[in-house]
């Protein structure tokens, strides 16, 4: 789009280098259902309860008229949920776990005795209807539940993951400013790379930063960003940093095009290789990249399987692997570089190496 001579007001908000941590799960704020308002307290604790309810009323909206699965019943959902209902399951199960977690002695439960004694039944999570919904956000939620603490980084980027959730199936204009949250948070947690617990998800943290991973997102991905990332967010350091407000008067000019220094070809293939490096790292128990790292010879069709998990991965395209394999000499020894070799495999290495060989220590260090 073109504009001249157009005066636009903007306010811009500085964090100096990067948007902190802190600030971007400040942002995931709480604002109770409209039919709730008054009535639902709006504490973090009661902002994840009625959120998930909100949740658990949009999903049922969704798929009017299916026939509900059973939190009681129903196997619980392991590995990544792929349905809307594997969604639907999990967000009943924590919901019914914090009300069965409810202590009926406590003071400040007590008085709710007979709606928490209700919903502490599973099969009364299997359909919820609007005044069930009303009921529990009104009189359930923010009550105090007989939970081990998480982490409040953890609670947050959960509401986050809430919000998101109902934005996409809403279609609501707020789904492009979350999405930015988690696209920041990602970056942020892609400088954490030397921790190993970071380092099993940087396929998925990097892809997160890409726009072509929220194309056509779902609900089931974005549950399981959630669960993937959620212990991982209070690694990020949290930076003391005030914004600082500008307000200023701008004019628009045309357009003017001009490159971007450190976005080429170079800074492509350097993502490429961090993301290849992440995600065989995470299959080394593969026959294939284990017998590199034991210095084991690789036929054709070992180097065909390297060459067909990297394609299909989605780690880079055809074009970066070509470059791998170019510049290191053959896609084996790319891999290897990435991969490491066994310690014992490289000891046995050197001793072939060194046997019937008189080497001092300085020989063998510049061999």
């Known amino acids: 789009m073109k504009m001249r001579g157009v005066v636009a007001k903007r306010r811009v908000i500085d964090y100096g280098v990067k948007c902190s941590f802190e600030t971007l799960l400040e942002r995931c704020s709480y604002e109770p259902h409209a039919a709730w308002r008054g009535h639902a307290a709006a504490t973090p604790a009661s902002g994840l309860f009625t959120t998930r309810l909100e949740l658990i009323g949009e999903l049922d909206k969704h798929h009017e008229g299916e026939s509900p699965r059973s939190v009681a019943e129903s196997r619980p959902v392991f590995g990544d949920p792929v349905t809307e209902a594997d969604v639907r399951l999990t967000i009943g199960e924590i919901l019914h776990k914090e009300v069965a977690a409810m202590n009926l002695d406590n003071f400040v439960v007590r008085p709710h005795r007979r709606v928490i004694e209700k919903y502490a039944k599973p ?20 009550l105090p539940a007989e939970l081990d603490p998480e982490a409040e980084e953890a609670k947050r980027f959960d509401l986050l993951l809430l919000n998101l959730q109902l934005a996409q199936l809403r279609s609501e204009p707020a789904f492009a400013r979350l999405r930015d949250q988690v696209k920041a948070i990602a970056r942020l947690l892609e400088e ?24 056509d997102v779902t609900v089931p991905m974005l549950e399981v960003v959630r669960r993937r990332l959620r212990d991982l967010v209070k690694l990020i350091e949290k930076q003391q940093r005030k914004p600082i407000y500008t307000d200023f008067e701008d004019e628009m000019g045309p357009e003017t095009g001009f490159a971007l220094r450190g976005l080429g070809e170079g800074a492509g293939f350097a993502k490429f290789r961090d993301k290849a490096q992440a995600f065989l790292r995470a299959h080394q128990d593969h026959v294939t990249i284990q017998n590199l790292r034991t210095n084991k010879a690789l036929t054709a069709s070992d180097l065909s399987e390297l060459e067909r998990m990297l394609a299909e991965s989605g780690v880079g395209a055809v074009e970066d692997i070509e470059r791998a394999k170019s510049e290191s000499r053959g896609l084996g020894l790319f891999v290897r570089s990435m991969v490491g070799m066994d310690r014992e495999a490289a000891k046995q290495a050197l001793a072939g190496f060194l046997a019937g060989k008189t080497l001092g220590a300085n020989q063998i260090v510049a061999a």
């Not at 099969?123 to 359930?140: D, G, H, I, K, N």
């Open 123 to 142: 099969s009364a999570w299997v359909a919820l209807t609007p005044e069930a919904l009303t009921e529990l956000a009104t009189e359930v939620s923010g």
């Open 192 to 215: 954490k790379s030397t921790i190993p617990m970071v380092r099993q998800q940087m396929v998925l943290i990097q892809d997160l930063q890409t726009d072509e991973w929220w194309q």
